[in-house]
């Protein structure tokens, strides 16, 4: 018996090395019965497994996830036929079978064989969509899938048994892979059912009529991956219709009402909106753009995304009339905003390797929550808001939580946690270029008046903005670089003009890194508190170049410190101010300079100096030359090691600092004259000259 056995193993195993299985699925195959036929593709040459086949059936629930391009050894063959796990009953209580592969859509409906060339090219012939959001639901989708090789013309409207044409609607009613091409006049519906559906635009023109109040492609509201795929070198067109008004209609180009979204792909895609109030892209939850170039022209935003906004590694060029790109949480009622406001990902914006550009009558980029940019040296962000820097800079005078900017109470006493108290402002045309807003909960009065509650964050990280790399180009009417939380930057090139502040934060402000360099503003750099430990960097201020204030609570300590990095300050206000206050309550202010290296020429009026600071200023190890042009510039003694200086210079004269070697340690030429001077070396022996 033992003998008989062994011969027939042999005999099996010939057959699968040998031949060629038919991966023809039955109609009437059973869940109960997953090795009676095989779904094996296999050639003498080829060792390969491919779930490429698809087969609708009515009477079994079979569900198999693979890759295309699977190669298994002969052991690994014979362990998948030997074990049952190869094919497992679907969960779906449908009855309809799903074989689900790699997005390639060479594979066809009305055939179950996929040749072995057609697998190993089937990653070149369509971008992938793998980047998409996974919906924990999809994979126990038992909807048939479509991979159709064929592309539906719109302008012939080619028939298809997952299309339907309408009355100036095209539907896509099946889950599967779809390529689109052509012209049409009208919408795209991408329908609510079940199973993940992948759209690729291969040089469409898609625009509604002018009764229309609906977006170029809807994608209904549904749990599943959505895909939009711009295939590589095409180009394409979405127009809505002066119809689309957002009162009454979708007020969207494409819009993903109740689902997330993915577009991919390395084509370009062209979006114009035409009907009153539309952003161009309007998703409800996630949005991930991941390689096409983007050109958008809006009438509202314009991308909009309600919770988790990705751009990676794509080229976008928007021009709108409210903010350009943004996340959106848009509570209901207090409930929801508590919530949105504890939960970290809730508006989240993430920015990596990407070009953009942006011209906006609003904000640039906008976050509810967090906002990061891992962006490269090569990737340029540029931005220009309201018009951009107005000739004559006055300024919002608007501190740290002082105003409009008040991020709710005292955040957790000296900000150790999260305040439980909310600040009520009245919302007011922005013109930021980078913004971390904060949730917010906005009602309108009987007056039409529009207020806004902001909710404390309710995570340590206080709506943080994170920038760690890039180069930046930004033309802001109002502040350059906003949060209601920390700023930290650590690498990139940000150069600056800016209506208002250049970088504003209402809790910290970190410069770790990069190169900032404000050519034009009111306030150069503002936070509670400002740690500058690394990089570059130039500021220019009408007011103050550096402020560390907290409005009227002068139970708030603001501290301005240098461990490290060059700074270079020319304010016509006070050069580094601790502790101004508002409303004539000043808060404890500290100016700490205690390493690095630091060049300061404040004002050359009364009333400001080159160091302010109400409680004191010490030198502590910093190489610091600080010249004054006034001579009301002490409210309190310095301490540590520094030399002070009374003699008046001229402007454009250089100051050079040599240690006792002779080696240059500071080299600065001032930009306006000035009557003292501060010098604090940590070389020994040194000497300065004035030329």
């Not at 170039?293 to 751009?311: D, E, P, V």
């Not at 990676?312 to 409930?335: E, F, Q, R, W, Y």
């Not at 980029?365 to 891992?374: C, E, L, P, Q, S």
């Not at 500071?666 to 000035?674: A, D, G, I």
């Amino acid at each position: 018996m033992k003998k008989f056995l062994t011969i027939m193993l042999a005999v099996i195993l010939f057959t699968f090395v040998g031949c060629t299985v038919d991966t023809t699925v039955p109609q009437n195959s059973k869940a109960s019965q997953p090795n009676s036929q095989s779904v094996l593709n296999t050639t003498s040459s080829q060792e390969q497994i491919s779930s490429e086949s698809i087969q609708e059936n009515n009477s079994s629930s079979l569900e198999i996830i693979s890759s295309s391009n699977q190669t298994n050894s002969l052991s690994e063959i014979v362990s998948l036929i030997e074990s049952s796990s190869s094919i497992k009953p679907s969960s779906s209580s449908s009855s309809n079978s799903t074989i689900i592969s790699s997005s390639n859509p060479s594979s066809t409906a009305s055939s179950s064989k996929v040749s072995s060339s057609e697998i190993s090219n089937s990653s070149s012939k369509e971008p992938s969509s793998s980047s998409s959001f996974k919906s924990s639901s999809s994979a126990s989708s038992s909807s048939s899938v479509y991979q159709d090789p064929s592309v539906i013309n719109l302008t012939t409207q080619t028939e298809h048994s997952a299309i339907t044409y309408g009355a100036n609607v095209v539907t896509v009613t099946k889950a599967g892979t779809y390529t689109f091409t052509g012209n049409y006049s009208g919408y795209m519906l991408i329908n609510g059912v079940e199973g993940d559906i992948t759209i690729i635009l291969d040089g469409v023109n898609i625009q509604t009529t002018q009764d229309q109040s609906t977006p170029a492609i809807l994608f209904e509201a549904n749990s599943y991956n959505r895909t939009l795929t711009i295939k590589d070198g095409s180009t394409n067109y979405l127009a809505d219709s002066v119809g689309d008004i957002a009162l009454v209609g979708d007020g969207a180009v494409i819009n993903a009402k109740k689902s997330s979204l993915t577009i991919n792909g390395g084509g370009s895609l062209e979006l114009k909106a035409n009907g009153e109030d539309t952003t161009c892209i309007k998703i409800k939850e996630n949005l991930t753009i991941n390689g096409p170039t983007i050109s958008i022209n809006a009438t509202n935003c314009g991308i909009k995304a309600g919770k988790t906004l990705q751009l990676l590694n794509s080229n976008l060029s928007v021009t709108c009339t409210n903010d350009g790109i943004k996340t959106d949480n848009s509570p209901a009622d207090s409930t929801e905003a508590t919530t949105l406001a504890s939960t970290e990902t809730a508006g989240y914006l993430y920015i990596k390797n990407s070009n953009i550009t942006i011209t906006s009558d609003d904000n640039g980029i906008t976050a509810n929550n967090k906002m990061v940019i891992d962006n490269t040296d090569s990737n340029t962000i540029s931005i220009t808001t309201n018009g951009g820097t107005p000739e004559t800079i006055t300024g919002s005078n608007d501190m740290p939580g002082s105003g409009s900017n008040r991020p709710g109470g005292n955040w957790g006493g000296n900000f150790g946690g999260s305040s439980s108290s909310s600040t009520t402002t009245t919302s007011t045309t922005n013109g930021k270029a980078l913004l971390v807003c904060g949730t917010k909960l906005s009602t309108t009065d009987s007056n039409g008046t529009v207020t806004e509650t902001l909710y404390p964050c309710g995570f340590a990280d206080y709506y943080p903005m994170i920038i760690n790399g890039g180069k930046f180009e930004i033309n802001s009417n109002d502040d350059a670089i906003h949060s209601h939380g920390d700023i930290t930057i650590t690498g990139g090139t940000l150069n600056v003009t800016s209506g208002d502040d250049g970088v504003h934060a209402e809790h910290n402000a970190y410069l770790k890194g990069g190169s900032l360099n404000v050519t034009k503003s009111y306030e150069a750099l503002e936070g509670t508190n400002i740690y500058i430990s690394g990089g570059n960097h130039t500021l220019y201020a009408t007011d103050d170049g550096i402020n560390a204030a907290y409005g009227d609570d002068s139970s708030v300590t603001c501290t301005v410190e240098f461990t490290g990095g060059t700074t270079l300050v020319n304010a016509d206000g006070d050069g580094l101010d601790a502790g101004g206050g508002d409303m004539g309550q000043e808060n404890k202010g500290y100016i700490k300079l205690n390493g690095g290296t630091i060049y300061v020429c404040g004002t050359t009026s009364g009333g400001n100096g080159a160091l302010d600071a109400s409680t004191s200023v010490s030198f502590g190890g910093a190489n610091a030359i600080i010249m004054a042009g006034s001579s009301a510039m002490e409210d309190s003694t310095p301490s540590g090691s520094y030399q002070k200086y009374t003699t008046s210079y001229s402007a454009g004269k250089t100051i050079t600092v040599k240690d006792s070697s002779g080696n240059v340690v500071m080299q600065v030429t001032n930009p306006k004259s000035f009557g003292k001077m501060w010098i604090s070396c940590s070389s020994s022996g040194w000497t300065y000259t004035v030329s």
